[in-house]
């Protein structure tokens, strides 16, 4: 029985890889604003939302069964406390951050109306924090680091948040209110100043 | 308002989708995972020198618990490979 929560734990691991890169794409595109007549922009945000809570459901299966493993013993600290493990403690304390970090991005997410959009933003950004921290955790701790298809799996991953990263940062703000808005602070800015 | 149903079916239809390739991956990997690393189940002799605190390597060169796991009839068992 724990030989299958152990190989849960893994396939969970992967598949929350998967979801979260995915779920980052997504977020990335919609910032981007990336739309068409077959796909509206609310189906990026739509999508990248139902991804995130997809990724939760499957970082909590790989959580759960790590930690009821009889045979590892991590307990649930390990699983709140960062750097609390007696096994791999630097690579599963990334893990432990990371799995925080993206709570509380989506808890913030589901509140986002109580608490505003400035600080729902702010801690969106965290998004660029934990999805790296859990690439690491990946590689550092699992024990599939070096199988072909966990390696490809990162790969592809990697690339693909790389490529949509890459594709914002060269694509520049696609708000068609900056150029005014970016105007009438400078003549504000022109008017104040004596 | 019938775009917006149509795209809202669309979402639907694709948050589904994921769903279920999520759960057949989930499948598909861990049983890839145990093809690639199964882990070995070791006799008692192995526990008895886990069960004296110190670590011990097992075959596949990987790092044991200290603590062996117990199977149901009650004869100690060591797991190893990968994390185990």
Do not use: K
């Amino acid at each position: 029985m724990d030989i299958l929560l152990w190989y849960t734990t893994r396939g969970a691991g992967a598949v929350t890889l998967v979801l979260l890169s995915g779920s980052v794409v997504l977020g990335i595109l919609s910032v981007l604003r990336v739309q068409s007549a077959a796909w509206p922009r609310f189906l990026t945000t739509g999508l990248h939302r139902n991804l995130a809570l997809m990724t939760l459901v499957f970082l909590a299966l790989h959580v759960v069964t790590a930690v009821v493993d009889p045979f590892t013993h991590l307990g649930w600290l390990t699983a709140v406390v960062p750097f609390s493990s007696y096994y791999r403690t630097l690579w599963l304390g990334l893990g432990t951050i990371a799995f925080e970090l993206l709570l509380a991005i989506v808890a913030t997410s589901l509140v986002r109306g109580f608490i505003g959009q400035a600080a729902w933003r702010w801690v969106h950004w965290l998004t660029y924090a934990a999805w790296p921290l859990g690439v690491v955790h990946g590689l550092g701790t699992g024990t599939d680091t070096w199988s072909p298809w966990f390696f490809a799996l990162t790969v592809i991953c990697v690339g693909a948040v790389a490529t949509a990263l890459v594709y914002r940062l060269v694509a520049g703000s696609p708000d068609p209110l900056t150029g005014p808005r970016a105007e009438f602070e400078a003549a504000v800015q022109r008017r104040e100043s004596p | 308002m019938q775009a917006r149903d149509v795209a809202l079916r669309q979402l639907n239809r694709l948050t589904t989708g994921i769903a279920l390739a999520a759960l057949a991956a989930l499948g598909v990997l861990s049983a890839i995972s145990a093809y690639t690393i199964p882990g070995t189940a070791t006799t008692s002799s192995t526990a008895a020198t886990a069960s004296t605190g110190a670590s011990s390597l097992t075959p596949s060169g990987l790092q044991s618990s200290s603590t062996p796991a117990t199977s149901s009839s009650g004869t100690p068992v060591a797991v190893s490979g990968g994390s185990h």
